[in-house]
């Protein structure tokens, strides 16, 4: 398969953008150069040798106590990013194993009230119980007489013999009508 080529004005298009990241870059990097000289200018003067033996034997155990100040906190700085990187290290590790081991148990239903919901979820502020019924209307219902007939049947059995045959049925029918 050959592959597709490239127009010469997306080649020329490419080409300067790849120009002009170049040169953020590069002007990026002039700028972090020259703060890093302003920074050690200020922190580290130009050295002046002394001219005796002494000054010289001075300047030099000066140098060492500044070298051995940044040792100690190189070393100190080591020690704690180790430690730190210890103690994420053994977290995953935890992570890793929690991960493995559990499987998401199966959830099943669970009937509560609305009063036992309320208390899980809200804990101890969870003081006023939640009656529905109290809030609604009462109403008088109107007994009619027919549902009083239909619940003063009595005995099943007596009604059966009642309307067993083409008698009982047709007795059924007359007093409806």
Sequence with gaps: ?????????????????????????????????????????????ALSL?????????LCRELHHKIDATDEERYDLE??????????EDMNIKVIDLKGKFK?????????SADAMLQALLGSKHKVS???RANLKQVKKEVKEEDKE????????????????MD?????????A
């Design 50 to 58: 002394p001219g005796s033996m002494q000054a010289l034997q001075e």
């Design 104 to 112: 998401k148990p199966t959830l099943r239903k669970v009937r509560m």
């Design 168 to 176: 009982g049925r047709k007795k059924m029918f007359e007093t409806e």
């Design 1 to 45: 398969m050959s592959e597709k080529k490239m127009s010469s004005s997306r080649k020329h298009h490419l080409k300067s953008l790849m120009l002009s990241i170049a040169k953020g870059l590069l002007e990026q990097e002039e700028k972090d150069r020259e703060v890093e000289r302003r920074y050690m200018a200020e922190t580290c003067p």
């Design 79 to 88: 020690i704690k990013m180790t430690k730190c990187s210890k103690e994420i």
């Design 150 to 165: 239909l619940r003063d049947v009595g005995d099943w059995r007596k009604n059966i013999e009642d309307k067993a045959g």
């Design 130 to 132: 939640l009656d529905l």
